[in-house]
């Protein structure tokens, strides 16, 4: 099973809005509403920033939103702020078997 | 508020058995489903398998057959074993809470850098 397909970076300035997008196909991505997304920054562990596709855990800025088209799916920031430079990692659940299946990646760079 | 800590060797020579131990506090470690995660130097994140206290365990296929994950419920704790180590094993390797509803992880240890090397 090959990695979700994520763009090697982004960027974009503070205020703005940037959208990342996690492609797969229709046994993970496509198949299940339930898409996860990670912010890690350089030497930290990863943290949960959406799950089931555009839900947000207690404590998450609303400046942080998932959504879903097909076998793609999007995590959108708005508002950039010098905090959000980070990796940023897609998750989808792909069956029993499998299970999940990680994207590559993203680093955001706020200019 | 769930704390996760890895502990275990740094340094496994190859075709050894890499071992590591992930400590719970905060919460009872028979109330959640538990993961190993891991993220070779510059690289992406890899799920590796997840264990419960009921004894279900379910493993990354391409790891199935060198991966052990267990729990011990007396110390709050549940542990990896990964066996043949080769240097393409050398990688931090996180412990992680599975979220209610399953497919993601809501809580992880710090994270704890192995490398297999002679």
């Known amino acids: 099973q090959s990695a979700l397909t994520q763009p090697a970076s982004v960027s974009g300035s503070p205020g703005q809005s940037i959208t990342i997008s996690c492609t797969g196909t229709s046994s993970d991505v496509g198949g299940y509403n339930y898409v996860s997304w990670y912010q890690q920054h350089p030497g930290k562990a990863p943290k949960l920033m959406i799950y089931d596709v555009s839900k947000r855990p207690s404590g998450v800025s609303d400046r942080f939103s998932g959504s879903k088209s097909g076998n793609t799916a999007s995590l959108t920031i708005s508002g950039l702020q010098a905090e959000d430079e980070a990796d940023y990692y897609c998750?989808?659940?792909?069956?029993?078997?499998?299970?999940?299946?990680f994207g590559g990646g993203t680093k955001l760079t706020v200019l | 508020q769930v704390q996760l800590q890895e502990s275990g060797p740094g340094l496994v020579k190859p075709s050894e058995t890499l071992s590591l131990t992930c400590t719970v506090s905060g919460g009872s470690i028979s109330s959640y489903y538990w993961s190993w995660i891991r993220q070779p130097p510059g690289k992406g994140l890899e799920w590796i398998g997840y264990?419960?206290?009921?004894?279900?365990?379910n493993y990354n296929p391409s790891l199935k057959s060198r991966v052990t994950m267990s729990i011990d419920t007396s110390k709050n704790q549940f542990s990896l074993k990964l066996s043949s180590v080769t240097a393409a094993d050398t990688a931090v390797y996180y412990c992680?809470?599975?979220?209610?509803?399953?497919?993601?992880?809501?809580?992880w240890g710090q994270g704890t850098l192995v490398t297999v090397s002679s």
């Open positions: 992680a809470k599975i979220g209610s509803g399953g497919a993601r992880w809501d809580c």
């Open positions: 264990t419960h206290y009921s004894g279900g365990t």
């Open positions: 998750c989808s659940y792909a069956g029993s078997t499998i299970y999940v299946i």
